[in-house]
């Protein structure tokens, strides 16, 4: 990522440095999915997941924000094209998970539960590098399942925030 630089200010006042700004895209997908970890009796999965250990799964319309971060252009005005940020949610977000049984019909979780913390890891392993190489980086993911739940990821080289 670049260092903050001096700009002009809108009536051509004195520089001053402008560091990195914050964008959030948000996108819907309804998906369904079956907590179930089968190396666990069906007791123990009952449980632990209650109702997420239903034999028929249930589903979600989930809500995810991605957020960027990075230097304001000083030609375009934005941090980053909305059409790119567009591009890769499409790509590998909605195609991915929309209308998809997550258990079987996703990749990586095929033995792994989907919870909410995992979704949301897998996500950022999804779409970080498409932003690599880029003047941003992926700052954070956050995965709504419900309006009262949802999980942040930062990666794992910062905090959430």
């Not at 209650?50 to 924000?65: F, I, K, S, T, V």
């Not at 996500?123 to 993911?141: N, Y």
Request: net charge negative.
């Amino acid at each position: 990522m670049t260092r903050p630089e001096k700009r002009t200010g809108p009536s051509g006042q004195t520089p001053r440095a402008v560091g990195p700004v914050l964008i959030t895209r948000k996108i819907t997908f309804s998906a369904s999915h079956r907590y179930e970890n089968r190396s666990w009796s069906p007791e123990k999965n009952r449980e632990v997941f209650g109702p997420c250990y239903n034999p028929y799964g249930h589903g979600h319309n989930y809500e995810l924000e991605v957020s960027l971060s990075g230097p304001v252009d000083p030609e375009t005005g934005m941090v980053l094209n909305l059409r790119t940020v567009d591009a890769v949610l499409r790509e590998e977000i909605f195609a991915r998970f929309d209308h998809r049984y997550i258990n079987k019909e996703v990749e990586g979780f095929e033995d792994t539960v989907p919870t909410l913390e995992n979704l949301s890891l897998r996500i950022w392993d999804l779409i970080e590098p498409r932003f690599r190489g880029l003047d941003c980086r992926l700052h954070r993911v956050r995965l709504y399942e419900s309006t009262d739940l949802y999980c942040d990821y930062c990666g794992d080289d910062h905090d959430a925030g």
